[in-house]
T-cell receptor, first 114, second 111 residues
């Protein structure tokens, strides 16, 4: 049981380059999320998808785009990377319902923009 | 005011003692509360959830919730060096079911 799988684990980009972070889950969850985590800031929601075919902005969406390709896959794209996007990115999936939302995380992507 | 607040620490506790981690939240109607543990360089993992006022025990872990005071805590009994990690508090925002995260408390268990 793989759970939530993210690729790549590490990436170094030059300012202005683009890249896509891939995420797939095999738990049949409807909800999927992209977070970034910076020192002292906790987890901040970038985008989320409550179900296949829907996406919504989170707390810090600027500079990012997402695609919910199907129920399993949710990708995050940086069109023109900036040093401020240096961070650890986590994909998560969850089970919503009755106010109980639990998140299951991928292993993270450590992104450095130089 | 942040929606979920935690003391960043580090909190240093001797091995075998009780570690007490605290979290306050601002949304009075929140119903679900979670504690996640995150080891350095790893992803967060759920260790406790609590939905009702009072205590919930799971092994060496006890979660405590006081909705009137908007306060949730995590107690770790018989602390072990393997408990050294950052502990994240998360609260369910009722309006959109999103999890709101505290910045985490770094816990260090000293042998």
């Amino acid at each position: 049981n793989a759970g939530v799988t993210q690729t790549p684990k590490f990436q170094v980009l030059k300012t202005g380059q683009s890249m896509t972070l891939q995420c797939a889950q095999d738990m049949n969850h409807n909800s999927m999320y992209w977070y970034r985590q910076d020192p002292g800031m906790g987890l901040r929601l970038i985008y989320y998808s409550a179900s296949e075919g829907t996406t919504d902005k989170g707390e810090v969406p600027n500079g990012y785009n997402v695609s919910r390709l199907n129920k399993r896959e949710f990708s995050l794209r940086l069109e023109s990377a900036a040093p401020s996007q240096t961070s650890v990115y986590f994909c998560a999936s969850g089970i919503p319902g009755q106010g109980v939302e639990r998140a299951f995380f991928g292993q993270g992507t450590r992104l450095t923009v130089v | 005011q942040k929606e979920v607040e935690q003391n960043s620490g580090p909190l240093s506790v001797p091995e075998g003692a009780i570690a007490s981690l605290n979290c306050t939240y601002s949304d009075r109607v929140s119903q679900s509360f979670f504690w996640y543990r995150q080891y350095s360089g790893k992803s967060p993992e759920l260790i406790m959830s609590i939905y009702s006022n009072g205590d919930k025990e799971d092994g060496r872990f006890t979660a405590q919730l006081n909705k009137a005071s908007q306060y949730v805590s995590l107690l770790i009994r018989d602390s072990q060096p393997s408990d050294s990690a950052t502990y994240l508090c998360a609260v369910n925002r009722v309006s959109n079911y999103q999890l709101i995260w505290g910045a985490g408390t770094k816990l260090i268990i000293k042998p």
